[in-house]
């Protein structure tokens, strides 16, 4: 059953991201507002788009423990950009804005928080609480797989020796497409553009089969 449900989806993700393409052109040429945490968080954003097209590429063409290690820094870039958003990064910034010119050794002690530390930041802060619930959810169900797939552990080795599941493999994907359409909310916010909120909006509607049914 899923392998049908699997080969109908995958092209539907790929016009969804076709779709975010488009405005993601339109939001690099608003720019995301001028202060320095906002630049990182929107290239940070950024980011997590290029990891959850690439992923898509991956398992379309058959590499799938390519696609799924990738979909770990997808989360994380997304999580990173709400962390400069939201949580209290004042030292951080004034410690990089200080740092000159930055070296191994200085990127080093730079480095933003470790996952769940951002993740507990973000908790205590203003950002939107019913977001935060579905990426604490996202990471409680895939926690423990992706750093395997991200890591080669026994999972990927395992995996990657008998085979995926199509199910496996399809909630994977939606579950990823959740990520990437806040990602989309995230990287229009950072435009200061009420109106480039609008597309997200109806990105939803246009590509709901592809995102699971607790989506906003």
Known sequence: MYEKKLEALLPCCFEMYDYMAEHVEL????????????QMA????MLSFEHGLSSLKLIADGFTSSGFALMRPQYESLIRGFWLMYADTEVWINKLTSAGKIGPDEIKKLETPLLG???KKLGSSD?????????????SIN?????????????????????????LIYDSLRNCNAVAAINMQMLSILTGDEDAMEPVRKMHHLFEGCLPIIHS
């Open 27 to 38: 939001l690099q040429h608003l720019g995301a507002i001028p202060e320095l945490k906002w």
């Open 42 to 45: 929107f290239q940070s954003g």
């Open 117 to 119: 530390e951002m993740l």
């Open 127 to 139: 950002a939107p609480k019913h977001i935060l619930s579905q990426l604490n959810d996202f990471r």
């Open 143 to 167: 926690n423990s797989a992706f750093n395997s797939f991200t890591h080669s552990g026994l999972i990927a080795l395992v995996s990657n020796g008998v085979g995926y599941e199509s199910k």
